[in-house]
């Protein structure tokens, strides 16, 4: 039996990225439907003892890091206890979360402590009345805050940012100077089709191109610096070595080609990739008793037929709006 997810353009699944929840506590305009959202059933979520045998399983078949993600993964009560059975798992490198930062303050300590690695936090705005326009709450102070917790507890803290035309682009500079303050990475995303509320449109995609335009205006030339091939972002710093900015350039740089990633979503649904279509349903073969074996074949399967990417959209000209919703997704 094959133990290495290659998938049918050669590519190694090295990544899974896990979602433990589709709810959130935030609207973001880019991400969650406007209204009448249908949540998942509780009983449907695959539960922590389900997900730490997937984990398991999945670092048998050459998954070297996981990330935690959602939906907004700490609205799903003791999310430490799954980061503390994830990071019992042998072989198995790192252990990360993204979060919007609102509840996360206060368990920082104990995630870092159950094993957590490093946090994404989302920020796309340094002004509280914008904060509230672009995610529905009023929650800019909370998530700065828990910011300020990551770097005192010395938890390596990335800033993930999605720059839409009209709406926050005006504030690059402002974040790169952030970066440069504190040394946190900034990663820019360019706006994806995979919104709840079909608003994606190409005009609104800020450019990684355009972006560094814009950064170079106003700072020393960014230099880029030795990239991991798979790692999405292009990362780049300053002469001067203060500050790391990343792109992920999903829309106008596609990294298909490198793509590591898989994932699972909140009620264990296999997706070899963020544009696809179709999935594996890992929770039946789970909850119907199934053997790891079963469920290898399944996962070797999945990965056999991954899909090009969103590289292969953008060639054939069919890119628009929500092509798949990232909150139950898990971005
Ligand atoms: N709730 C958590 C958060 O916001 O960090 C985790 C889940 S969220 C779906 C994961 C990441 O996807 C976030 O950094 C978010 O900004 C990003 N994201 C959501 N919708 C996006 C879109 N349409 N295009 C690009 N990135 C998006
Ligand atoms: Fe929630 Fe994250 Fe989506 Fe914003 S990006 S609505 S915080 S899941």
Not at 170 to 198: A, N, Q, W, Y
Not at 223 to 243: I, M, Q, V
Request: charged fraction near 25%; glycine fraction near 8%; aromatic fraction near 6%.
């Amino acid at each position: 039996m094959n133990n290495n997810l290659v998938d049918g353009f050669g590519r190694i699944a090295k990544k899974l990225r896990i979602s433990i929840t589709d709810r959130c506590n935030m609207q973001c305009v880019y991400c969650m439907p406007s209204n009448n959202t249908i949540w998942l059933e509780q009983d449907s979520l695959l539960s922590f003892e389900q997900i730490t045998r997937l984990a398991k399983i999945f670092v048998y078949l050459g998954i070297e890091k996981i990330k935690i993600t959602g939906g907004e993964p700490t609205v799903r009560g003791n999310v430490e206890n799954l980061i503390k059975s994830l990071s019992s798992i042998k072989g198995l490198r790192s252990i990360s979360m993204t979060t919007n930062g609102i509840l996360v303050k206060d368990k920082i300590k104990i995630l870092k402590e159950s094993g957590l690695e490093s946090l994404n936090i989302s920020l796309d705005t340094f002004k509280p009345d914008r904060f509230k326009a672009m995610s529905g709450i009023d929650g800019f102070y909370k998530v700065r805050n828990a910011i300020n917790t990551a770097i005192d507890e010395n938890l390596p803290v990335k800033i993930n940012t999605v720059i839409i035309k009209g709406w926050n682009d005006d504030e690059i500079p402002h974040f790169v100077r952030f970066s440069r303050d504190t040394g946190c990475v900034v990663k820019f995303i360019e706006f994806m089709p995979l919104d709840g509320t079909g608003m994606w449109s190409d005009e609104l995609v800020v450019s990684k191109k355009k972006m560094i335009e814009i950064i170079n205006n106003d700072f020393d030339q960014l230099s880029p610096l030795h990239n991991d091939k798979s790692d999405p972002a292009r990362l780049y710093t300053f002469e001067d070595g203060k500050g790391v900015i990343g792109f992920i350039p999903s829309i106008t740089e596609p990294f298909c080609q490198n793509c590591d990633r898989v994932r699972i979503t909140a009620d264990g649904k296999l997706y070899s990739c963020l544009f696809d279509k179709s999935s594996n349903n890992l929770k039946s073969l789970l909850d119907g008793g199934k053997s790891d074996i079963d469920i290898i074949k399944c996962i070797n399967k999945s990965v056999q037929e991954k899909p090009e990417g969103i590289i292969k959209i953008i060639k054939t000209h069919s890119l628009r709006p929500t092509l798949n919703v990232m909150h139950t997704i898990g971005g």
